[in-house]
């Protein structure tokens, strides 16, 4: 099923100015060349809320997680809330039908807020400290991802009833885990192994399958393919050692999205076909059940749905050339450029682009070395003072500016 298909009034809003793998499947650019979204002008949304903000659209979030779930009928779809959470979003993911990931006690207190099922919340219990995990078994979590010994330790002396657990473990990927800071249990030294030995002896703790992350922006679907080889591979183990047989295995997410035009990207059915044949092959080889896949997308359903709002400050041109744009937001609400290098697409968003454009870099007013926000975007040469430039896409991850608004078609 497209998306077209899903939200048929989209073939009425294209425009040629935007790039359907970027922006928001609703937006859209009037006669006046203002950009639109789920059927509001952002200058309208930038006079109502101002500037910086993140602006999402419900449905294009929504459309993305009926997408996944068209694509893989058979997995349990948990949104990542560390892409982007509030009560409303949490909302909208539960009344899709997904469950919620959450990996900070502010987060937990989000989704309960919004009314999510404590049994459909899966719990990351990375640095959580023995109160928190105290406080995450009390209000009835359904599954917590335990990543280190001491997490095991912890968990185990907070619980008094059976809690479901899944351990993270490190699957022998090229890359796998980089950047993660060593979370989960690897598997050639045994580490997996003994974590399923010591889980197994706490009498309240209940083991009921493995979880893995294999990185941010994973555009080949084989590596998911490689990791349900291993993985299965141990539950088999763990079944003919311990008797045990995990019923669920959770592949993480961190599935890439396009930044720019051309940009790779995980299509949903690409890692359904991965998935089923892999899945199929290795319980085959193994006498293995087949058991429940669970993914985790959080990017792949919020970027596209937001974008970034920000108001042009001052137009700066030095000498050799090189232009910078500086608008008033910063590192604070978008710091992926400075980060990891993350390139986005830039527009103006409240007037006609002339014919001509010329390369500028947009920076920020927090006066930090290296603030960039987008480097090298084409914008009109006539920018100026008070014009409105939207970023896409957006995923409000690393820090909130002033306000954002949720639109709805």
């Given at each position: 099923m497209t998306q077209f298909?899903?939200l048929p009034?989209l073939?009425h809003g294209?425009?040629r100015?935007?790039?359907?793998?970027?922006?928001p499947?609703?937006a859209?650019v009037d006669?006046?060349?203002?950009l639109?979204?789920?059927?509001?002008?952002?200058?309208?949304?930038a006079?109502d809320?101002?500037?910086?903000a993140?602006?999402v659209?419900?449905?294009?979030?929504?459309a993305?997680?009926r997408?996944?779930r068209?694509?893989?009928?058979?997995?349990?779809?948990v949104?990542?809330g560390?892409?982007?959470?509030?009560?409303?979003?949490a909302?909208?993911a539960?009344?899709?039908?997904?469950g919620?990931?959450?990996c900070?006690?502010g987060?937990?207190?989000?989704?309960l807020?919004?009314?999510?099922?404590?049994s459909?919340i899966?719990?990351?219990g990375?640095a959580?400290t023995?109160?928190e995990?105290?406080?995450?078994v009390d209000a009835?979590?359904?599954?917590?991802v335990v990543d280190s010994?001491?997490?095991?330790?912890?968990?185990a002396a907070q619980?008094?009833r059976?809690?479901s657990?899944?351990?993270?473990?490190?699957?022998e990927?090229?890359a796998?885990?980089?950047?993660?800071g060593g979370?989960?249990?690897?598997l050639a030294?045994g580490?997996?192994?003994?974590?399923?030995?010591r889980?197994l002896?706490q009498?309240w703790l209940?083991l009921i399958g493995l979880h893995c992350?294999?990185?941010s922006?994973?555009?080949?679907?084989?590596r998911?393919?490689?990791?349900i080889?291993?993985?299965?591979?141990?539950?088999?183990e763990v079944?003919d050692?311990h008797?045990v047989?995990l019923t669920?295995?959770?592949?993480?997410?961190?599935h890439g999205?396009?930044?720019l035009?051309g940009d790779?990207?995980?299509?949903?059915?690409?890692l359904?076909?991965v998935?089923d044949?892999?899945?199929?092959?290795a319980?085959?080889?193994h006498?293995?059940p087949?058991?429940?896949?669970v993914?985790?997308p959080?990017?792949?359903?919020?970027?596209?749905a937001?974008?970034?709002l920000y108001?042009?400050?001052d137009v700066r041109?030095?000498?050799g050339g090189r232009?910078?744009?500086?608008?008033d937001g910063g590192?604070?609400?978008n710091?992926?450029?400075?980060l990891?290098?993350?390139?986005?697409?830039?527009?103006l968003a409240?007037?006609?682009v002339?014919?001509?454009t010329?390369?500028?870099?947009?920076?920020g007013?927090?006066?930090?070395a290296?603030?960039e926000?987008?480097?090298d975007?084409?914008l009109?040469?006539?920018?100026?003072?008070?014009?409105?430039?939207?970023?896409a896409?957006?995923t409000?991850?690393w820090?909130r500016p002033a306000?954002?608004?949720?639109?709805r078609?």
């Amino acid at each position: 099923m497209t998306q077209f298909e899903l939200l048929p009034w989209l073939r009425h809003g294209l425009s040629r100015h935007l790039d359907r793998a970027i922006w928001p499947l609703s937006a859209s650019v009037d006669n006046l060349g203002r950009l639109w979204v789920g059927g509001v002008s952002v200058t309208e949304i930038a006079a109502d809320y101002g500037t910086p903000a993140y602006v999402v659209d419900e449905l294009d979030f929504r459309a993305r997680i009926r997408a996944y779930r068209v694509a893989l009928p058979g997995a349990e779809l948990v949104y990542a809330g560390k892409a982007l959470l509030s009560s409303a979003v949490a909302d909208w993911a539960d009344t899709e039908g997904a469950g919620l990931n959450v990996c900070s006690p502010g987060e937990l207190a989000t989704v309960l807020t919004a009314g999510v099922p404590p049994s459909q919340i899966v719990l990351h219990g990375n640095a959580m400290t023995g109160g928190e995990l105290h406080d995450a078994v009390d209000a009835g979590v359904g599954r917590i991802v335990v990543d280190s010994p001491n997490t095991i330790a912890l968990l185990a002396a907070q619980v008094r009833r059976r809690q479901s657990v899944l351990i993270r473990v490190i699957p022998e990927i090229e890359a796998a885990g980089r950047h993660e800071g060593g979370l989960g249990f690897t598997l050639a030294d045994g580490r997996a192994a003994r974590a399923v030995r010591r889980i197994l002896a706490q009498p309240w703790l209940r083991l009921i399958g493995l979880h893995c992350h294999l990185g941010s922006r994973i555009t080949d679907a084989r590596r998911c393919g490689a990791a349900i080889r291993q993985l299965v591979a141990l539950m088999a183990e763990v079944r003919d050692r311990h008797g045990v047989v995990l019923t669920q295995l959770d592949l993480g997410g961190g599935h890439g999205v396009p930044y720019l035009s051309g940009d790779p990207e995980l299509s949903p059915q690409v890692l359904a076909g991965v998935v089923d044949s892999t899945l199929r092959s290795a319980c085959a080889d193994h006498g293995y059940p087949r058991p429940q896949i669970v993914i985790e997308p959080g990017r792949a359903i919020a970027a596209r749905a937001g974008i970034t709002l920000y108001r042009v400050v001052d137009v700066r041109h030095r000498p050799g050339g090189r232009s910078f744009v500086v608008v008033d937001g910063g590192m604070v609400d978008n710091p992926h450029e400075g980060l990891r290098g993350v390139k986005y697409t830039a527009a103006l968003a409240n007037r006609h682009v002339p014919t001509t454009t010329t390369p500028v870099t947009i920076v920020g007013r927090q006066c930090e070395a290296g603030e960039e926000i987008a480097r090298d975007v084409e914008l009109p040469i006539d920018i100026q003072p008070g014009d409105l430039l939207a970023l896409a896409p957006t995923t409000i991850r690393w820090g909130r500016p002033a306000t954002w608004s949720a639109v709805r078609h």
